[in-house]
């Protein structure tokens, strides 16, 4: 690693960190041009895979590339990380001597970056940060730490019924439109506010206005001193967005390594398994299953197996996926069940109902929940709360059709506490003040303990369900 020093200058994505740190080069040039994917032949030998590869323009802008496969003992194939306009047969292409390198320190605290480290915040170039690749192994398995313990989010359903692992991997599964980014900024937030740690959030194919809310979100909160914005956009090539997800986990590993107990967010997986969709097309591959490519798996691998836990630090990464068409069955969905320990489902039904966060407690779930995991105490909580919300669920046609004066007596109680359960786990939160006009809470794990006890013992029954609506803990209701 070397010191990021003289940035190209890029183009609508900022500015551009040079992978190139003066090694020993190899030269080549274009033979061939498939939309983002280009063909180059070198003559004294090929470059690694995964190697950065940088063509020079005519305007004076560089071009990166990356090495992806070897067609034969001179020539290879590589994936464009830009707009391909202007690229013809002849061109010729300089070899970095290494992969894509990403700067990381302290300096990248409170910035937005680009896959390359250049800021698009509109403030200076970084300085004083070292280079590290974006490509690089896990750690040894005996280096590697087991996720333990509750990290309370302060959030109620959350912490009742798929509470989070400190060190380990969260999914977030929803489709569209159902609170997905609003639950990640408020992780974001409880985590510089409650436990002052270091959060790296990356976008990966999220909308230009997205990611400036955010910015200018986190700025207004003042959390922003705390945090590293890494985007690959939606306008922008598929490259970027199929490896802006591997400069993120370079920001996280460093602070890790650092010592920091890092928050790592992606918004969102699926939009990095379509970019390698994307990619996967232009390089001729036949597809798998409903049409992702064969690589998927692997794909995913690269990214998850580098979000692990050491003895130097915690990763505790929260994904967002979204679910096409509300399938969780869904391969890039699917795929990333293996990794995690937590899977937290967002309901439309839920979200129709005003009922945020919109979380569903049946769907939800974490390897957490045992007696061993949380304790006696909390487990025969959380079952008793999922046993309550399901027997409501059931009953809810029957309702409909006939009415709930034709339930039995335990049933109208079963579902008249149910009923309230589910007001209980609402909650307004600090990063929507201005928009419902209620003040965030943040909750402890007693607290809502303490309140789903007293709902099911039914010391609650006389209080009109709408009093459970949007408040934080049970002392908020009024006697």
């Known amino acids: 690693m070397g010191t990021a020093r003289n940035p190209t200058k890029g183009s609508e994505s900022g500015e551009r960190v040079s992978p190139i740190e003066g090694k020993s080069v190899l030269r080549g040039k274009v033979t061939a041009v498939h939309g983002h994917v280009v063909e180059i032949e070198f003559t004294d030998g090929l470059p690694d895979i995964n190697g950065a590869l940088l063509i020079e323009r005519n305007n004076g802008e560089n071009l990166f590339l990356e090495a992806h496969k070897h067609l034969d003992d001179k020539s290879l194939i590589a994936i464009v990380l830009g707009q391909p306009e202007g690229l013809k047969r002849g061109l010729p292409v300089t070899a970095a001597g290494g992969p894509l390198m990403f700067p990381v320190g302290e300096a990248c605290l409170g910035r937005a970056l680009n896959i390359f480290g250049g800021p698009i915040d509109g403030s200076a170039p970084l300085e004083g940060c070292a280079l590290t690749p974006i490509h690089n192994s896990p750690p040894a398995i005996h280096e590697q730490v087991v996720s333990s313990g509750i990290m309370e989010t302060g959030i109620k359903v959350i912490d009742l019924l798929s509470p989070f692992p400190k060190g380990g991997k969260v999914g977030l599964f929803g489709g569209a439109g159902v609170g997905k980014t609003v639950v990640l900024m408020e992780f974001i937030y409880k985590i510089a506010r409650f436990y002052s740690g270091i959060s790296v959030f990356c976008g990966v194919g999220e909308r230009m206005r997205e990611g400036h809310e955010l910015l200018m979100e986190m700025k207004r909160q003042d959390i922003i001193k705390n945090a590293v914005l890494v985007f690959g956009q939606m306008q922008e090539a598929p490259g970027i967005r199929f490896r802006v997800p591997l400069s993120g986990v370079t920001l996280a590993e460093y602070f890790r390594d650092k010592g920091k107990d890092v928050l790592f967010i992606m918004d969102n997986i699926y939009r990095f398994a379509q970019a390698g969709n994307e990619v996967s097309v232009l390089l001729g591959r036949f597809p798998s299953r409903v049409g992702y490519q064969p690589t998927l798996s692997s794909e995913l691998a690269e990214v998850q197996d580098r979000l692990v836990s050491t003895r130097s630090g915690m990763i505790t990464s929260v994904q967002a996926v979204y679910v096409p068409a509300d399938d969780i069955t869904d391969p890039a969905c699917a795929g990333v069940f293996p990794y995690l320990d937590t899977g937290i489902v967002l309901s439309r039904d839920m979200a129709a109902q005003g009922l945020y966060p919109a979380i569903d407690p049946l769907a939800s779930t974490s390897k957490l929940v045992s ?89 609650m029954d006389d209080i009109p369900e709408e009093a459970f609506f949007m408040l934080g803990g049970i002392e908020e209701i009024p006697a």
């Open 371 to 459: 007696p061993e995991g949380v304790g006696e105490r909390h487990y025969k909580i959380a079952q008793a709360v999922k046993e309550r919300i399901a027997r409501y669920r059931e009953l809810k046609d029957i309702i409909a059709i006939l009415g709930i004066e034709e339930l039995s007596p335990s049933d109208r109680l079963a579902v008249k506490r149910a009923r309230r359960l589910e007001r209980f786990l609402t909650q307004p939160f600090f990063l929507t003040e201005e928009f419902t006009g209620r003040s965030g809470r943040h909750v402890t794990l007693e607290e809502t303990l303490k309140g789903c006890e007293n709902i099911l013992s039914g010391k």
